[in-house]
């Protein structure tokens, strides 16, 4: 047995037992933090045991770790935290897979490094009640979590936590995004501000993107706002790139709201650092308005129904962001 006595020991020692993928590897963590790929040699066929506790566990983080490869499990009620490697060892510690448990700068953290025969640890995980995560289940977590971050004004990535550029992040099957395009600058309706007051008095932030249907948007899910800029009947510019998470929605009753009556609206300002992935790189602004005005010009849809890119555009956009 060895006595791991700080953040950085554990993090070295779980980083050497999981490098073998040859084995079986399991992690068992109450909560996925900021960041947690960094942590993981070689993510690939690791069998992750989680909660998935608002704001204890990142749905952002779950995702990066399930396009590397990574089996996750959504376990209720789970407070243990063990790193088991088939050939290396076992950690168990009371670090969580995050940088608050595993970096110098993150909490105190203890624990003991045991040979992997010492736990039964596939035991151990067969018989906690477990469903397998989908993407689809994290893209529903995340709607939570970005209500519960803007509400609370929490920062949620810490320094150490990189935001891909678009081309990195791209991965149309597993990241829900929806487009809101305007032309012009405006105001909520009388009655809808009269009603936001009156369940949010003490509320003097607002931002807002107005629809015709009422399920255009989701509460909690990302949005990437644009303006665009028409001369006559051509679109010319795209500008005003910027990141939105509805938070409430609400009906107008006015008549000239007829045609466009739902209000989404965002609360919260949230931090610069919050996002998906960049959208102020100049590369991906560029390309973004090369294939949007290229296909609306030719007469070709740039969004779908239900507000998501087309494949037409996101083709477009892929290739002119390379």
């Not at 909560?31 to 992750?48: C, F, H, K, Q, R």
């Not at 909660?51 to 770790?65: K, Y």
């Not at 151990?124 to 979590?145: F, P, T």
């Not at 949010?200 to 303006?227: C, R």
Request: hydrophobic share 35%; net charge neutral.
């Amino acid at each position: 047995m060895k006595i791991l006595s700080s953040s950085k020991e554990l993090q070295i020692e779980i980083q050497s037992i999981l490098a073998d993928n040859s084995k079986n590897r399991i992690i068992v963590v109450a909560y996925v933090g900021d960041n947690a790929v960094s942590y993981l040699p070689v993510p690939e066929g690791i069998n992750l045991y989680c909660s998935t506790s608002i704001p204890g566990t990142n749905p952002n983080s779950l995702r990066v770790l399930k396009k590397n490869g990574v089996n996750i499990y959504e376990v209720k009620n789970l407070h243990s935290k063990i790193y088991w490697s088939e050939s290396l060892g076992v950690v168990v510690c009371s670090a969580n897979l995050s940088n608050n448990g595993l970096s110098e700068d993150g909490n105190h953290e203890v624990g003991v490094l045991l040979p992997s025969n010492n736990f039964d640890v596939q035991k151990y995980a067969s018989s906690l009640e477990s469903v397998q995560m989908s993407y689809n289940r994290i893209n529903e977590l995340e709607k939570i979590y970005n209500v519960y971050i803007l509400k609370n004004k929490q920062k949620t990535i810490s320094n150490k936590a990189k935001i891909p550029n678009f081309q990195e992040w791209d991965d149309t099957t597993c990241f829900e995004w929806k487009i809101y395009p305007w032309t012009i600058e405006g105001d909520l309706p009388k009655d809808v501000k009269t009603k936001l007051k009156t369940m949010h008095p003490e509320n003097e932030y607002y931002d807002f993107m107005q629809t015709k249907s009422n399920n255009a948007y989701d509460i909690g899910g990302w949005v990437l706002n644009i303006k665009e800029i028409w001369q006559g009947d051509e679109l010319i510019k795209i500008t005003d790139f910027k990141w939105s998470i509805p938070e409430l929605n609400i009906k107008s009753l006015q008549k000239n709201s007829q045609n466009l009556p739902f209000y989404w609206i965002q609360l919260s300002s949230h931090m610069s650092t919050y996002e998906p992935f960049k959208i102020k790189d100049r590369k991906f602004q560029k390309a973004f308005e090369k294939a949007y005005i290229e296909l609306i010009n030719n007469g070709q849809e740039t969004i779908q129904k239900n507000n998501k890119p087309t494949q037409k555009f996101l083709k477009s956009l892929r290739e002119y962001n390379c």
